[in-house]
């Protein structure tokens, strides 16, 4: 995602004037018009980036880094993605590695098998472009009805007459949603201002604090955040934003001396994504955001308490006032501090009070949940399955780290299972299959650290190996979770393979 590294003070041209110099030589306009396969299609800024990366790298086309930003710009925000349009696909453009994608048999078979289904479900197009893609495909590699799921039907006649039609449909250029968020999009400057944050950080804990927010002129904006962890550590740091298509933040921080991105979508006053690593997109955090003028209720932080027990809870927001209600069976002992920002108060649940999760409301807002629990029936790990990856030895690749976390579950009084949280756990390995022990894999593959953090082997043969082969491996991931004097193991999967030599900005 190199274009959109570090942002320009001034954008190189205009971006219309741009599409007409660089890309009309090939794309003539139409009857209608409208320049040729551009014309009909939307995509979200990383969709853009990847289409012009493809004419430097195949058709030779020659821009530099900040004309091609002014054009990312450009055709993101004439021809991208409403935020429904792009609802449910978002993990794609986040980085959440261990997502496990849900899509229809023939999608996943026809298309999926080589890349991400949700790289052609974050694009619009007419029929024609659909088909137009087809054909690209096969022409640019003409191997592929030779390989697997492709050979052993008639893959052509299946995408042009099965898929085309299907995509058209659930994926057409003119969406009702499009033309309403262009009427509605609100001004940049609507962003500038105070932002009240929550998040959540794998292996590391809950998080909040406020993002403050400046400039808005020509959708570039400068950012600061001040926060904390939960156990009293900062979360501090600066950079650039920049706003496609009205929604679509994407900005660079450096926190703590950490280089991070954020991919954000921005509507109705609340800003949600994920901000992870430059160079290492598997170490993130789940954020959420309210701006000051938003009277808004994002989180309780711990989101658990057990019965009969006291502990201090924070609840962060926007506008917050008044007094908290936790519902039947959890007294309010002592506000410990409040601000419009966050409200620490201790509270105590009755020794009775009836297991489940329940709304937290203060004043008129609600909206985040508190589980209160007895003891814990079920441990999760999560993510259930994860794929990690060798790398460094020498080589331009890093690794990949696996990230857990140990989810306590619980039931309540009817008998449903009902989420209580992220619980601290002891983490260990093991093989997952009788191939995996006879390969070794335990030995081989990685080590996994307390906080649940697995660092995989390096990359290259491996001569201490049967057939020196290198340090993949198959590992049963194990989570031990104790509780009122009882040891709750929870188990998960993970697989070590080999580095990903192309990794595009959607997968």
């Not at 009902?418 to 093989?431: D, M, T």
Request: hydrophobic share 40%.
């Amino acid at each position: 995602m190199t274009a959109f590294g570090v942002l320009q003070p001034a954008l190189a041209a205009d971006g219309k004037a741009l599409l007409e110099a660089k890309c009309k030589v090939c794309h003539l306009p139409d009857d209608n018009g409208v320049q040729r396969r551009i014309g009909y299609q939307r995509k979200t800024p990383e969709g853009w980036l990847m289409t012009i990366a493809r004419m430097q790298i195949m058709h030779g086309l020659e821009i530099s880094d900040d004309d091609r930003r002014t054009l990312v710009k450009y055709l993101a925000d004439t021809q991208g993605l409403a935020p429904a349009e792009a609802e449910g696909l978002r993990y794609a453009m986040e980085r959440r590695l261990n997502t496990i994608e849900e899509f229809d048999t023939q999608s996943k078979e026809m298309c999926g098998r080589c890349h991400s289904p949700s790289r052609f479900a974050l694009q619009r197009r007419t029929a024609k472009e659909w088909e137009h893609l087809v054909h690209f495909h096969l022409g640019q590699w003409p191997s592929l009805e030779y390989q697997a799921m492709s050979r052993d039907r008639d893959w052509l006649e299946l995408a042009l007459k099965e898929m085309v039609p299907t995509l058209a449909e659930r994926y057409g250029l003119d969406d009702p949603a499009w033309s309403k968020w262009q009427q509605e999009r609100p001004a940049p400057t609507a962003l500038v201002g105070r932002w009240s944050f929550s998040g959540h950080m794998p292996t590391r804990g809950d998080l909040h604090g406020v993002m403050s927010v400046e400039g808005g002129e020509g959708d570039n904006f400068r950012i600061s955040l001040d926060g904390r962890y939960a156990d009293g550590k900062p979360f501090k740091g600066k950079g650039s934003a920049i706003l496609f298509t009205g929604h679509e933040w994407r900005a660079n921080v450096e926190i703590d001396g950490v280089a991070m991105r954020q991919v954000f979508s921005v509507v109705n006053g609340e800003m949600k994504g994920r901000m992870f690593e430059t160079e290492h997109d598997e170490r993130g955090l789940d954020f959420v955001a309210a701006k000051s003028d938003q009277a808004r209720l994002l989180a309780v932080q711990p989101e658990f308490l057990k019965a009969g027990e006291e502990a201090e809870l924070t609840l962060v927001g926007s506008g917050l006032s008044g007094k908290p209600d936790f519902g039947p069976g959890v007294q309010l002992v002592k506000v410990l501090e409040q601000s419009p920002e966050r409200l620490v108060v201790k509270v105590r649940a009755a020794a009775d009070a009836a297991p489940g999760s329940r709304e937290v409301k203060l004043g008129k807002l609600s909206g985040p949940s508190l589980a209160v629990y007895k003891r814990i029936d079920e441990v999760k790990v999560v993510p259930g399955y994860a794929i990690a990856r060798i790398g460094d030895n020498g080589g331009a690749t890093p690794k990949v780290q696996g990230r857990f976390e140990a989810e306590g579950w619980a039931t309540d009084a009817a008998g449903k299972a009902y989420r209580v949280g992220i619980l601290p756990a002891s983490w260990s390995v093991e093989s997952f299959n009788e191939r995996a022990a006879e390969d070794e894999d335990v030995k081989f593959a990685g080590v996994m650290q307390k906080d649940g953090v697995f660092l995989p082997g390096d990359a290259g043969p491996n001569p201490a190996r049967r057939m020196s082969t290198n340090n993949a491996g198959n590992l049963k991931v194990i989570a031990e979770v104790e509780d009122g004097g009882q040891t709750l193991k929870g188990e998960g999967q993970l697989i070590v393979t080999v580095q990903r030599w192309n990794n595009p900005p959607l997968p």
